[in-house]
């Protein structure tokens, strides 16, 4: 009978959140070449392109035993941020994964179209996120190196730091599930409604290739491919 009880009680649960609508009060989104998400999605928009020699010598890195991919999505610079807006200085601003700063600068253009999200008093954050290369770059840069660099480059700052700076006092959580890390990320955001964990959620993903450590994993595994076109549903 107890476990009939506990069962009747998960279901009315379960049913309960299917019948609960979320509503989603703002949408930013970024895409490489100065697209918007309507071009890229509904307009199937190309955004690939060879490595931009900002990111790094992608000569240089071809001849690399195992590397034969030279394409990709890559956005024309990512090192451009107003640090001043986020209360650091410039040399702070340096030192932070620029995954870290673009979230940043996404959530303030999302809660300034929507300023009554900050109102709430439990407001969760995920973040999906799966690839770290920042912490390469500055190790191959040791001058760049500061006290700053430990947050900076942490995967659990990619939400910490949303939660800190916009003082979101809810979950903050950095989700990497690979490829869906930001869809996981969505879920999770408004399954915390749901449950009445959070009365908001701030709900996001970032992915920069900055340099061309995990292009050249993935190479090995002959995952990419050497047209810089996916050939799947073919």
Same mark, same amino acid.
């Given at each position: ?60 890195? %071809? ?48 809660? *300034? ?5 900050? $109102? ?43 939660? %800190? *700076?916009?003082?979101?006092?809810? $979950? ?29 959620? !701030? ?12 292009? !050249? $994993? ?17």
């Amino acid at each position: 009978h107890r476990r009939q009880a506990e069962q009747m009680r998960t279901t009315r649960t379960k049913t309960g959140l299917q019948n609960r609508v979320v509503g989603i009060v703002s949408v930013q989104s970024s895409y490489p070449r100065a697209r918007k998400f309507d071009d890229v999605v509904i307009g199937a928009a190309d955004v690939q392109r060879t490595v931009p020699l900002g990111r790094w010598d992608v000569e240089a890195s %071809y001849s690399i035993d195992g590397m034969y991919a030279r394409f990709g999505a890559f956005f024309d610079d990512v090192t451009i941020f107003d640090a001043s807006l986020f209360k650091m200085s410039d040399a702070q601003g340096a030192c932070i994964d620029p995954q870290q700063r673009m979230l940043l600068e996404g959530a303030f253009e999302v809660l *300034h179209q929507a300023p009554a999200v900050m $109102a709430h008093d439990s407001v969760a954050v995920a973040v999906g996120c799966m690839n770290f290369e920042f912490s390469q770059v500055l190790s191959d840069s040791s001058d760049e190196i500061s006290s700053t660099s430990a947050t900076g480059t942490s995967a659990n700052f990619m939400a910490g730091r949303l939660s %800190y *700076h916009y003082a979101l006092n809810g $979950a903050s959580l950095a989700i990497d599930t690979a490829c869906s890390s930001s869809l996981v990320g969505a879920h999770i955001g408004r399954t915390a409604i749901l449950r009445g964990d959070s009365n908001a959620s !701030l709900a996001g993903g970032i992915n920069l290739m900055l340099s061309p450590v995990t292009m !050249l $994993a993935v190479c090995k595994l002959l995952a990419l491919s050497p047209e810089g076109r996916c050939r799947t549903f073919d």
